[in-house]
């Protein structure tokens, strides 16, 4: 089975298993800006605890034009639990004084343009592109590199490496969608020590069933 054929599959049948798949961060419905800044977030952190808190963070800073003012030591405090707080801190103050500054206070809608803000790396402009704005995306994360990988679409755990030859595998329409369904599944069943292959929806197109 060629490897686009065997990805198609695999879009399918995630598809079923998890119809309603959506990102896991919380945020304003259609917020470029807290969804920005929740991914940023989230690096070495679960979503779980990006969620408990950026409620109080947005509720003091919704958006670019309120960041780009704060303080840092109070951005810091509303941060702190979400690990190297004092780096993401620093990052979004000036994520949101690039935006008014370079931007007119809105997030841009290119992968190019948002890898150009501080601390954002292609993982979170293709969550952005793709969650936002309707952009073909690929959002590397640990599930959907380590998925890739056990199904033989990959043979590498460079993100921008497996983003370049999946965007070559995926449908564009589905990219993103499936993405996100690679993170469930990789928590309820191909995790990174203990996949559960007896309950797999995957397990006669993936090459790595025998040596688990």
Do not use: W
Not at 75 to 102: F, N
Not at 180 to 194: D, K, P, Q, Y
């Amino acid at each position: 089975m060629r490897k686009k054929e065997k990805a198609a599959l695999a879009v399918e049948r995630l598809e079923k298993r998890y119809p309603d798949a959506i990102c896991s961060l919380e945020y304003r419905q259609r917020d470029a800006f807290q969804l920005l800044i929740a991914t940023r977030l989230s690096a070495q952190c679960t979503d779980k605890r990006v969620n408990m808190v950026t409620p109080a963070l947005f509720a003091e800073f919704p958006d670019a034009a309120s960041m780009a003012a704060a303080d840092l030591s109070r951005v810091e405090e509303l941060i702190k639990t979400c690990g190297l707080y004092k780096t993401k801190a620093k990052d979004l103050i000036a994520i949101a004084r690039q935006l008014m500054e370079d931007y007119g206070g809105e997030v841009p809608d290119s992968i190019d343009e948002l890898t150009k803000l501080p601390g954002v790396g292609r993982k979170t402009a293709n969550l952005v592109c793709g969650d936002i704005f309707g952009r073909p995306a690929v959002v590397t994360d640990t599930h959907f590199i380590r998925l890739c990988n056990r199904l033989g679409l990959v043979n590498t755990t460079n993100p921008a490496t497996v983003e370049k030859e999946m965007r070559g595998l995926l449908d564009p329409q589905k990219s993103n969608d499936f993405c996100h369904r690679t993170v469930l599944f990789g928590r309820e069943v191909c995790s990174a020590r203990n996949p559960r292959c007896e309950i797999c929806d995957l397990t006669d197109i993936c090459p790595s069933v025998k040596s688990m």
